[in-house]
């Protein structure tokens, strides 16, 4: 079992930035990719970054290419998603997610955290 807590979310005014923060805790943190996902009211959950286990590989929606940025740091079993140049769409739950494999589909990973709200206002 991974258990998974997100922080950092708030709310912020457009051009803003936030970071937010997602301790692992469980099995060995280093084993799992992990990725980052949104859900706005009424719509789906998507996908917005992930990263492989040894950081070498990073992956973003286009909606958010160039303006998020998503790191881990190994020695403190926790995930960041720096989030700059927020944008009134950028409005979600922000949910971490964890599994063995890097990938890209929400239903694919099995392991979560309980989500922070990022609201962003105009």
């Known amino acids: 079992q991974v258990q998974l807590v997100e922080s950092g979310g708030g709310l912020v005014q457009a051009g803003g930035s936030l970071r937010l923060s997602c301790a692992a805790s469980?099995?060995?943190?280093?084993?799992?990719?992990m990725g980052w996902f949104r859900q706005a009211p009424g719509k789906e959950r998507e996908f917005v970054a992930a990263?492989?286990?040894?950081?070498?590989?990073?992956y973003y929606a286009d909606s958010v290419k160039g303006r998020f940025t998503i790191s881990r740091d190994a020695a403190k079993n926790t995930v960041y998603l720096q989030m700059n140049s927020l944008k009134p769409e950028d409005t979600a739950v922000y949910y971490c997610?964890?599994?063995?494999?890097?990938?890209?589909?929400?239903?694919?990973?099995?392991?979560w955290g309980q989500g922070t709200q990022v609201t962003v206002s105009s």
């Open positions: 990263i492989s286990w040894s950081a070498g590989n990073t």
């Open positions: 469980g099995r060995t943190f280093t084993n799992y990719a």
């Open positions: 997610a964890a599994d063995e494999a890097l990938v890209l589909a929400p239903t694919e990973y099995d392991y």
